[in-house]
């Protein structure tokens, strides 16, 4: 009998042992009220019992920890109340329920902005996650006015994927003829009802090409892609960092879809400008302002 019972008991703790492994890779979501609006928001339902939004950033900090201390993979959610409402209203849910809230967390976490929890303290994670919604709001703005302009009249070709290849192109022209670094690109393309910005971080070797995300690099091509489809009077700014070298800073503007090179003067005007004010703004030391460099003229041509 003792024997059967020392059997049992084998068993149940390595069933935890192997749960608890089960666990470790199973990926974790956190949901993040960054701002007191949003926080205030919440504290109209019952089930959500915070009532500081400070102290709620220190126990979601403490969480994280947690999490990550256990080996766990974390990733933290930017949770938008109003959004929130919106699902549990399409969804047939009641808002005031804890599944409600970890549905639609894993919801965000599958299409929405997130980023990876790797130890960063909350003061920066925060800011980290705010941009990475910017840029992923941003992103769909375009793609969804870029899919709104239907086909050319003339050849019947989608303009707005047309004008995605050429950015494509012009991107990789730039990247590739700017030479090894760490780049730094800026993309400024208005439309009708706002200021669409983007930017990319890539790096490249003496041999080799650029390095960049995927993600943004479809973010840039899409923004720069509007400007081209619409013709605006946009513009790209890239800065160049290389090792015992001064920082390079060069830019192009949008001309009838392609990008035309500013002269030094021109990037100098425009980097040394305040954005808000028009105000000037004091160079900075180390840094040279360049004319843009010539990308070539084989772009694909975007149809209309």
């Given at each position: 009998m003792a024997h059967i019972k020392q059997t049992e008991r084998s068993r149940r703790r390595a069933?935890?042992?192997?749960?608890?492994?089960?666990?470790?890779?199973?990926?974790?979501?956190?949901?993040?009220?960054?701002?007191a609006e949003d926080f205030a928001a919440m504290r109209h339902y019952r089930t959500f019992t915070f009532e500081d939004h400070a102290v709620y950033l220190q126990q979601v900090e403490g969480l994280l920890r947690t999490l990550a201390a256990q080996g766990m993979h974390t990733t933290v959610a930017l949770f938008d109340p109003e959004d929130y409402a919106e699902f549990c209203a399409e969804s047939g849910l009641d808002p005031d329920e804890h599944t409600s809230r970890s549905r639609f967390t894993a919801e965000i976490a599958a299409a929405g902005a997130t980023v990876a929890y790797t130890g960063q303290p909350i003061d920066t994670l925060i800011p980290l996650l705010v941009s990475r919604a910017v840029r992923r709001a941003t992103w769909e703005y375009a793609t969804l006015l870029l899919a709104g302009l239907g086909d050319c009249a003339d050849c019947g070709?989608?303009?707005?994927?047309?004008?995605?290849?050429?950015?494509?192109?012009?991107?990789?022209?730039?990247?590739?003829?700017?030479?090894?670094?760490?780049?730094?690109?800026?993309?400024?393309?208005?439309?009708?009802?706002?200021?669409?910005?983007?930017?990319?971080?890539?790096?490249?070797?003496?041999?080799?090409p650029a390095r960049l995300a995927s993600s943004e690099g479809a973010e840039f091509a899409t923004v720069l892609a509007v400007g081209v489809a619409l013709e605006t009077q946009g513009g790209v700014v890239l800065r160049t960092t290389a090792p015992d070298a001064p920082d390079r800073v060069h830019g192009w503007r949008l001309h009838r879809g392609a990008l035309l090179p500013l002269t030094a003067g021109e990037v100098f005007s425009a980097y040394c400008t305040d954005a808000d004010t028009g105000e000037p703004v004091s160079p900075e030391s180390g840094v040279e302002y360049c004319a843009g460099f010539d990308i070539g003229a084989d772009e694909p041509e975007a149809h209309h």
């Open positions: 069933g935890t042992s192997m749960r608890r492994a089960l666990r470790r890779e199973a990926p974790s979501t956190v949901g993040l009220l960054v701002d070709q989608d303009i707005g994927r047309a004008a995605f290849d050429r950015a494509s192109h012009l991107l990789m022209r730039l990247l590739d003829t700017a030479g090894p670094g760490t780049h730094h690109l800026v993309c400024s393309t208005p439309t009708e009802n706002e200021q669409l910005l983007a930017v990319l971080h890539t790096a490249r070797d003496m041999d080799g």
